[in-house]
């Protein structure tokens, strides 16, 4: 298997940087070069969603061209790192959870590989949008590292960029989300299409609107991600190909 990390917010600086390989596709140039890695035992591709450095907002993303340049590097299963708010009390900021569902709210992103009359029309099977080999290997690896993680819950997926509202948050409890983040959709879906194993790997940055009464600073989430990114690093250490 080869291993691709969609690297999100506050991921950057996560892995020693190795070759770099820039691939073009026929949607358009993905977000960032391909970085090759090596942690541990573990090896692959890694791409910066947001740019390197950081400048795409969450619904600017090319997510078809980046999908389609970690197939075209030969990326056969896909953590995605998301930095994600928490609805669920139970998940405290700096909290590392592995959904199992999704709900999509986005709109006016390009949902499908299948856009024309051209393109095969494909009607991919999503009951399960994170189910596969790579979702059990991340909790697996985080069980060996003896890193704390919250295996299941759905995410929100939201437009962005903009952060949401007390009462949109209410509304996304009461729809059974336990997560919100922006970039999630359609990069799964465009995965699943691509043939790729695709799991998420959520770090929460803080607590969504209105869970807390502390208003949700880019101090406080830079921080948070910070200090979770470590162990977010010994998670992909112990991630055994
Ligand atoms: N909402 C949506 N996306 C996010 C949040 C949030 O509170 N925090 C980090 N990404």
């Known amino acids: 298997m080869t291993l691709g ?40 591709w890694f791409l910066a969603r947001h740019g390197q450095p950081h400048v795409i907002p969450p619904h600017r993303v090319n997510y078809r061209a980046n999908i ?7 990326v056969t299963g896909i953590v995605a790192i998301n930095a994600v708010g928490g609805i669920d009390p139970a998940l405290p900021a700096g909290a590392l959870v592995v959904p199992d569902q999704l709900i999509d709210y986005t709109w006016g992103r390009t949902q499908s590989f299948s856009d024309s009359a051209d393109d095969e029309l494909m009607h991919i099977e999503f009951a399960d949008p994170f189910a596969g080999p790579t979702r059990d290997r991340l909790i697996a690896a985080a069980d060996r590292a003896g890193v704390p993680l919250f295996p299941g819950g759905c995410i929100a997926v939201t437009q962005g960029p903009r952060l949401e509202t007390a009462a949109e948050i209410r509304r996304l409890a009461a729809d059974g989300n336990t997560l919100v983040g922006m970039t999630t959709m359609p990069e799964a879906a465009l995965a699943r299409e ?18 807390s009464n502390e208003p949700i600073t880019m101090e406080d989430i830079a921080r948070t991600l910070s200090l979770a990114m470590g162990q ?8 055994a190909l």
């Not at 950057?12 to 960032?32: K, V």
């Not at 043939?195 to 929460?204: E, K, N, R």
Request: include cysteine; glycine fraction near 14%.
């Open 68 to 74: 389609d340049a970690l197939r075209q590097a030969g």
């Open 194 to 211: 691509a043939g790729i194993d695709y799991a998420s790997l959520c770090v929460v940055a803080n607590l969504a609107a209105g869970i």
């Open 232 to 239: 977010v690093r010994q998670v992909l250490e112990n991630f």
């Open 5 to 44: 990390i969609i690297g999100g917010t506050g991921a950057l600086d996560l892995l020693e940087p190795g070759e770099t390989r820039a691939i073009d596709t026929t949607f358009g140039p993905p977000s960032s070069v391909l970085t090759r890695y090596r942690v541990g035992e573990t090896s692959g």
